[in-house]
């Protein structure tokens, strides 16, 4: 979606819809626009809009369409329901053959800036035109789109990051939500090459025979039940300061999890083709990161591998040792995320990074304790993690902190190895995940964890987006780290 500004009123626009915020019964345009904000009134009156989140509504007004967009009662509102709101109305405007939009610069909104505003309504509707339709025989084309953001504007920067955010996502989401068969980790790293020239990013990949030379048998151990072979896939954005420490971003990348041998059941297991979800917002992270031209150096580290019950496959019982040398019992082979994890980790660790962050649909757990509405975040550091906690609210992506007590660490020890991938007590599944990925981080490194178990996808269509991936993590990455020195 083409996103621009113009200094002219809303009324005075000629484009197909105009985009009308609204908390409850209150319409959130800022002071003036007398005309249409009486005709609003008048059309409330007969109509069923109440301003409810993702509510939408269409009227005809002025030879355009008027589409009023809810982000809910004021008590309840957090940043991603104007997104959200924004992704519902583009949707809703484009399924009624719409394409041009406007909407205010400015937001009747207590506490959002005037940047944040522009940030999350214009990624809102580049992602509101978004429908994958790869394998769908019958797809309609989907027509070129764009926003003009009405009224004076004094920095145009935030309308540019919202117009790259928007592109990195869609452009993502093709990958993301690819299923197993056609996402395996060698196409995966066809696209993060692809993505990265386009981008601007240097890509590094390693393949089996040097992911055995470092010695990285967990992401090989996951590997190992599948015709498909790992692919661990480096991104790198220089950024401008040569001396600046970069910051590590890792994501899981299953490109499908089946459990292994420790099969999953049969219902549901056919969304574990968004397993690889960590890896996707990272990627996305890292394209909108290179397109923002951020000051810091930013690497992004994927590991990508198929976890699959073949006869080579890991048994619950073997042992494995990561890179640098710690051994792991493997008791259940579903718990694969932390062996991938583990080596990955071990590799940021060695880019001597000022911080890392790693990104996972790591456990069932983690939608047990914070269902769709949150993502959980567990780390060494508490400037980190609240860092990363506030810019998330910001961005439309809520974190929510778990405890890291060493008695998790203390679960996670073998008998018969260094490590156990599975606790002794089967309580506290996110956190002592969580801590068993501590091990692999030395103590002086800030690192954060986030569980997207529960937040990466989409299984039932809502106002903003149809089934599938959401790219949770890419826009808190991408605020947090554009906000760095
Ligand atoms: N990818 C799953 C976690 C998951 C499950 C994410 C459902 C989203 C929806 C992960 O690899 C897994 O299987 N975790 C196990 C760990 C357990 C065996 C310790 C789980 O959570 O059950
Ligand atoms: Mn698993
Ligand atoms: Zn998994």
Redesign the pocket.
């Known amino acids: 979606m083409k996103i621009s500004t113009s200094p002219s009123a809303i009324s005075d626009q000629k484009k197909d819809a105009v985009i009308v915020f609204f908390q409850g019964s209150e319409n959130l345009l800022p002071a003036g626009d007398a005309a249409l904000k009486k005709e609003i009134v008048t059309l409330l009156k007969k109509s069923a809009f109440k301003g409810l989140a993702g509510q939408t509504a269409l009227f005809p007004w002025n030879g355009k369409q008027l589409i009023l967009a809810g982000v809910g009662a004021a008590e309840h509102f957090h940043n991603g329901l104007l997104e959200q709101a924004a992704a519902a109305a583009v949707k809703a405007g484009v399924a009624a053959g719409l394409k041009s939009f406007v909407v205010s610069s400015t937001i009747k909104l207590k506490g959002l800036s005037e940047a944040d505003h522009q940030l999350l309504v214009g990624r809102g509707a580049a992602w509101g035109t978004y429908a994958f339709s790869a394998f769908k025989s019958d797809a309609k084309k989907v027509p070129a789109t764009s926003l003009v953001f009405c009224g004076a504007i004094k920095d145009r920067s935030a309308v540019g990051a919202a117009e790259a955010q928007g592109a990195a996502l869609v452009d993502t989401a093709n990958l993301a939500n690819l299923p197993g068969n056609e996402a395996h980790p060698e196409k995966i790293a066809d696209w993060a090459k692809a993505m990265a020239k386009e981008s601007g990013l240097t890509c590094q990949i390693m393949g089996k025979a040097e992911l055995e030379k470092k010695g990285c048998d967990g992401i090989l151990s996951v590997a190992r039940g599948s015709a498909r072979d790992a692919r661990m896939i480096i991104l790198k954005h220089k950024g401008s300061d040569p001396k600046a420490k970069p910051i590590v971003l890792v994501g899981?990348t299953?490109t499908f999890?089946s459990?292994g041998i420790?099969l999953?059941p049969g219902k549901?297991m056919g969304?574990?083709k968004?397993?690889k979800c960590g890896g996707m917002a990272v990627l996305t992270a890292m394209q909108m990161i290179a397109r923002m031209k951020v000051k810091v150096p930013v690497i992004g580290i994927l590991g990508a591998a198929e976890?699959m019950p073949g006869s080579r496959a890991t048994r619950p019982g073997d042992i494995i040792t990561a890179y640098k040398g710690k051994t792991v019992e493997v008791l259940?082979t579903?718990?694969?995320?932390r062996l991938v994890l583990m080596d990955a980790l071990g590799l940021a660790a060695d880019m001597k990074p000022r911080a890392i962050v790693d990104l996972a649909?790591?456990?069932?757990?983690?939608?047990v304790a914070l269902g769709s509405s949150a993502a959980a975040i567990l780390g060494n550091d508490q400037k980190l993690v609240n860092e990363l906690i506030e810019n998330g609210a910001t961005a439309g992506e809520r974190l929510w902190q778990l405890p890291l007590y060493n008695d998790y660490t203390e679960d996670m020890k073998s008998d018969f190895a260094d490590l156990a991938?599975?606790?002794k007590s089967g309580g506290a599944?996110t956190a002592?995940?969580a801590a068993f990925l501590q091990e692999f981080v030395p103590k002086d490194i800030p690192w954060a964890h986030l569980d997207i178990?529960?937040t990466?996808w989409l299984e039932s269509s809502k106002p903003h987006q149809a089934p599938g991936a959401t790219l949770f993590g890419a826009r808190l990455l991408a605020r947090w780290i554009s906000s760095q020195g």
């Open positions: 899981k299953v999890d459990g420790s999953k549901g969304w574990m968004y397993d976890n259940n579903d718990a694969e995320g649909t790591l456990t069932g757990a983690c939608i991938n599975l606790s599944g002592t995940a178990a529960g990466a």
